[in-house]
Structure formats: structure tokens, C-alpha cells
């Protein structure tokens, strides 16, 4: 049996019927696994965050190993004493602080009239407080995010960072150890004034001994993203700046 | 009996080498250039690639007789991007850390030349499973062509291996750093991919003297 596949109305039926079959197929897929992506998606941050604080499984010098997505939930839990939201100079505790999208809520407070929500999340290691912290930012393609863990003087514990579509190997890399652990011990604070930290060429300094510049060696070959990683470090951390400043005055 | 017939294991082997889809039909560049600083993500790449390529053409192949040729590119194209949404869709709900790992690559694959290329030079007219070797094949030569690439910009550019500091520690000074060698920071930009498939090609053609045109 031959088809004449050249006719206007097979064509037509043809294009209709693989749309329904092709679009029904991916909303079936979609939906189905809908579900899961999201919890893992929810385990995602949970070990992200965990991360920050160095609850990890590394093991090696270049690991970046989460812990297993079978426990996060209960370290979660155990790990971060307290989840709270700011919203101007309110604070509330809320547990599900974690889920808040801070992508909708950058683009709501862009209304006069809308108070950004902005989650904080406080852990306890070795008996001191660690807060954590979301950033959101843009890279050379596409968006950069991380969690940013600092002690009450905004000096890094830990931080993660990760992308959505950057280069592989160059700027791709900023969720890599080698990057990631320059930032410890880094301040967001100089001699009490807001200054951030600067991802910058030529600082001298590739080892990253000197914790006082407020800079962090750059990526070869990843100016763009590198730039856009210290302006959402910049941004994102100022809009906690009141926070913190109430903290130490307590 | 053989597994394969001659024909057969001609369509693995020649994109290969003498018809390599990068080196001699010079399809699939814009991915070689983009993602192999290092050599993972080449490797990662070109699994990915062999994966789809083999699937996109059996699915093409099987509708060859009913597909209306005035809409065969959209259809191919169609076909490609929901075949790489549903992988990327399982990835993401059953194997989330493997789905993160391939993100970028995902819109990379459906915008890759070689796959349509293959849709409609072979696919369209063959059967199953001669269009299931060929895209394994062109596949498999153009991963062939990522790594080695790959290979090269990350141990020279990098000086490392996989992530291993293969030639010492550019900081410490150690291993080959020790006698003044350095990394060349132009192999990690995609300019220097572009020179590396040059000179892969020139030393193509100058062992197989039949590649070079007349002109």
C-alpha cells in the first residue's frame, strides 16, 4: 500500500495527528514525573545547603560529594536548628523557608509594593552559629545560584555554588573545589563597612592565602561568569546586611 | 556467521575515519569547539550523542514511507527535541545527579548538524537497522574526534587529566612546573579547539592522500 505522502491534506493530518501524539506523550511524561523531580529537587537544596555547612561525603581533595538523598531530610533536620524568613525588619520561623523560590521573589520586588521575602537558614557546627544564605545571579548563559554559610561577622564558612548553563570547563567549573573552597575564611565585611567579595585576575595571590583582600582568584577563561558571580556575592548578601547588623548589636 | 556484514560494519567504521563527520563533512564543529575544554564533559558528550543519534534514526527510519516530505525537517526536528526532552525528563525524576551532570548538553544534542544531517542523508532511506549502525557510527566518529580534542586542551591548557594533576601542580611547583613549563591559557579557549580539529584534518589528509580535493 502506497501512500501519495505529497498530498496538501496528508500533510496536514500528519502534522496534526504527530503535535497531539508528540505534545500528549511529553505532558504524559511531564506530569507523571512530576513528582519526583520535584522531591529531588528538595533534596537538592537540602544537601546544598548542608554542603555549605560541610556536612558532605567528600572524600578525595576534588570531591564535591552530597550526602545521600536517603538521609538529607533527617540531617536537615538535625543540622539546622532554625529556619526563618525576613521580611523588612519582621522575622518569622518558618520550616518551610527552604522551598521559597528566591527567582519569584526577585522578580516580584521589582513592584514597589512588595516586601521581598529572604530566607535564612541557621545551623549549628562545632557548637557555633552558621547562617546560610541563597544567592541568585546571572552567568555568561544563563542563571548562577549558590548558598553562601558565614558566621555573625559575614566571614565565610562554606559556600556552594552551581549553574544552569554555563561552559563546560571553563565557566561551568564554579561548582568545582578548587574554586568553591578559595571563599573560606573570605569577609563580606571591611573594617565594618559592606565591601563583598571579588571574583578577580591578577590578585597575586592563586593559592588564596591572603583572606583579607576580599578577592578570590578567577577562572581562566571565564571572565563573564566569574564578574556575574561577584556581583549576585555583592547583591544578594547586602539585602542580609540589616540582619546581621542587628545580630551583633544584640 | 558474522555479526555484522561487510556493508554493515563499513557504516561503523568509515565515519571513523575517512568519513569522519568533523574532520571530512564538517558537521558538529559548533559542539567540538564549545564543550572540550576538558575531557569529560568530551566524553560525556559524546555518549549522549551515540545515544540519540542511534535511537533518532531507528524512530526516522521506521516512519520513512509515511513522513510527507514537504514537512520531513520539522518532523526529523520534532522528533529529535521530544526524544532528548524525555531522556532529560527520566534523568531528572530517576538519576538526578546524571541529568545536573548533562544539562548543558541536552539543548546542545538537539541543535547538533550531524543529527539531522544523518535523519536525512541516511535514515530517510534505509531500513532500521543499517540506519541504527549508521547513527552509532557517525556518532561514535564524532566522539572519536571530542575526545581527542578534549585530550589535548585539557592536558595542555589545564595540565590535567579527568581533574588529576597529571604534569604536577601549577601553584606548587612541582613535576614538569619545576623546570619553567606553563600552561598554554589559549588552549582553553574554543579559539584553540578550532586550530586543534585544523590540525587534526591536515594530518588526516596528509596520511590519506585520497581526502584532498582537486581544485
Known sequence: ?250 | MRLLSKKDSRLILDPLADNNPITIQVLGVCSALAITAQLKPSIVMAISVIFVLGIGNVVISLLRNIIPSKIRIIVQLIIVAALVIMVDQVLKAFAYTLSKELSVFIGLIITNCIIMGRFEAFALGNGPWRSFLDGVGNALGYGVILIIVGFFRELLGSGTLFGFKVLGDSVEKTGLYAIGYENNGFMVLPPMALIVVGIIIWVQRSRNKELIEEH
Do not use: C
Not at chain 1, 501519495?4 to 500533510?11: H, Q
Not at chain 1, 541557621?122 to 546571572?138: L, T
Open chain 1, 1 to 250: 500500500m502506497a501512500i501519495n505522502t505529497d498530498k496538501n491534506s496528508y500533510t496536514i493530518l500528519f502534522a496534526v495527528i504527530m503535535v497531539l501524539v508528540v505534545g500528549s506523550l511529553l505532558a504524559g511524561f511531564a506530569s507523571g514525573l512530576k513528582p519526583r523531580i520535584l522531591a529531588n529537587e528538595r533534596f537538592e537544596k537540602q544537601q546544598n545547603i548542608l554542603y555549605t555547612l560541610g556536612v558532605n561525603n567528600n572524600e578525595g581533595p576534588n570531591d564535591v560529594e552530597f550526602i545521600s538523598t536517603d538521609i538529607v531530610e533527617a540531617e536537615f533536620k538535625k543540622y539546622i536548628t532554625r529556619q526563618i524568613v525576613i521580611e523588612g525588619d519582621k522575622e518569622t520561623d518558618n520550616d518551610q523557608a527552604y522551598l521559597i523560590d528566591i527567582k519569584k521573589e526577585a522578580k516580584k520586588a521589582k513592584k514597589s509594593d512588595y516586601t521581598r521575602r529572604l530566607p535564612l537558614f541557621i545551623g549549628e557546627i562545632n557548637g557555633k552559629e552558621i547562617y546560610v544564605v541563597p544567592v541568585r545571579g546571572k552567568g555568561l548563559w544563563d542563571a548562577i545560584w549558590g548558598f553562601i554559610a558565614m558566621d555573625k561577622t559575614m566571614t565565610i564558612h562554606g559556600v556552594y555554588f552551581d549553574h544552569k548553563g554555563e561552559t563546560p570547563g571553563l565557566g561551568a567549573v564554579i561548582n568545582q573545589r578548587f574554586f568553591m573552597d578559595d571563599f573560606a575564611g573570605e569577609s563580606f565585611m571591611l573594617n565594618g563597612s559592606f565591601k563583598g567579595i571579588t571574583v578577580t585576575k591578577g590578585n597575586n595571590d592563586p593559592k588564596n592565602l591572603d583572606k583579607t583582600d576580599q578577592e578570590v582568584d578567577a577562572l581562566a577563561g571565564a571572565t563573564i561568569t566569574g564578574d556575574g558571580l561577584s556581583a549576585m556575592l555583592k547583591k544578594d548578601i547586602k539585602m542580609y546586611l540589616p540582619y546581621f547588623k542587628k545580630l551583633n548589636e544584640r
